[in-house]
């Protein structure tokens, strides 16, 4: 199978209108693969000392550091418990018990994810965010991701040429003088940048929607994140096992449903970087055939001929044909090394 160049992708979708991008856990990890991977930060989460030691057998047993597939097995043998306890109280006790942990699997997460990250935007040197920058220039429609970090953030950021036209819907509160923004939905129309799945930076206070900012406090946004972790205030992402519990929790916040929306409105071409397309993100990949985009780009990372690439391949070729109605969506493969988001290679 012979992949494009990213330039050959991006000339190819000249013409086709507007210019989208999703961003999968491959963004980050191009960075930063010793924090970002799963085994990185199942690694972290043994360092914290928050790890049960149920938990650690669990991942262990499955010989798994997938976070999210021991949150979907947990939640899984929850549901089936009844069925091989036939004791009413142990076979109850026994599912709250998994549920719990998936739970706190979820948690391990956000805390393994934040204990790990990179501590200030220096720590990213200003040629890696001029890589990116370029990088990020291609695309003039929307930009969504599905990482919790703040890389996409810190690099939208900088005060550094190409510009980046960036609107992730945040503004100052009407009081005018709060430590963080807020969101509304009334005034997102020039919203472009969406977190799909949440972010570290953003909270879930009830009443508002909060994100935490360095300029209104002069406190690191890492700083600001464990410190509200260590309080037990957990950020508004989406960690759930199985697409539909992500399905879920989406439509129960006016903030990820704005950005699930978006997603199926959008046209012209989008290039899919750094996401396996798996199936527990589905909830998100079957917008692409519903939206109006003419072509799809999927970055491809090494050899296309592995187990894991093949299935990349054939879940994105299903996407034509799962379009109903509308223009045929045309679907192409680029070499994710040729994007240089971060090295500057060719």
Same mark, same amino acid.
Do not use: E, Q
């Given at each position: 199978m012979k992949l494009l160049s990213f330039n050959k992708a991006i000339k190819e979708s000249d *013409? $086709? *209108?507007k210019r989208h991008l999703m961003l999968g856990n491959g963004f980050s990890i191009a960075l930063r693969p010793d924090i970002f991977t799963y085994n990185a930060l199942l690694e972290q989460a043994g360092k914290s000392g928050k790890i049960s030691k149920r938990i650690e057998t669990v991942f262990q047993a499955m010989n798994c550091t997938d976070f999210e597939t021991v949150i979907r097995v947990l939640r /899984?043998?929850?549901n089936v418990v009844p069925a091989y306890l036939t004791d009413?109280?142990?076979a109850t006790k026994t599912a709250r018990l998994l549920r719990s942990d998936a739970d706190a699997v979820r948690e391990l997460l956000a805390r393994a994810v934040s204990d790990s990250h990179p501590e200030h935007p220096g720590k990213v040197t200003k040629s890696q965010y001029a890589c990116c920058r370029r990088f990020l220039s291609n695309f003039n429609g929307s930009t969504y991701t599905l990482n919790y970090d703040l890389l996409l953030y810190w690099t939208v950021m900088q005060n550094m040429d190409p510009q980046i036209p960036s609107d992730d819907g945040f503004r100052t509160p009407d009081e005018g003088e709060e430590d963080y923004v807020t969101? /509304?939905?009334e005034k997102t129309t020039s919203q472009n940048v969406f977190y799909l799945h949440g972010a570290l930076?953003? #909270? /879930?206070v009830g009443h508002e929607l909060k994100k935490y900012?360095?300029?209104r406090t002069g406190i690191r946004l890492i700083d600001q994140i464990r410190g509200a972790l260590s309080d037990s205030r957990f950020p508004l992402i989406v960690a759930e096992g199985q697409s539909d519990e992500k399905m879920t929790k989406i439509m129960h916040s006016n903030y990820l449903s704005r950005g699930y929306r978006s997603l199926a409105m959008i046209g012209g071409s989008l290039?899919? #970087? *750094?996401?396996?397309?798996a199936e527990n993100d589905e909830h998100i990949l079957r917008l692409i055939p519903k939206s109006k985009i003419k072509k799809l780009f999927v970055g491809i990372y090494g050899d296309p001929s592995t187990v894991a690439n093949k299935c990349i391949v054939a879940r994105a070729q299903r996407f034509p044909t799962e379009r109903r109605r509308g223009v045929? $969506?045309?679907v192409e493969f680029f070499d994710a090394t040729t994007a240089s988001v971060w090295d500057g290679e060719t």
């Open positions: *013409g $086709l *209108g /899984d043998s929850a009413k109280p142990t969101w /509304d939905i930076h953003i #909270y /879930d900012t360095w300029v290039f899919i #970087y *750094g996401h396996r397309l045929a $969506l045309a």
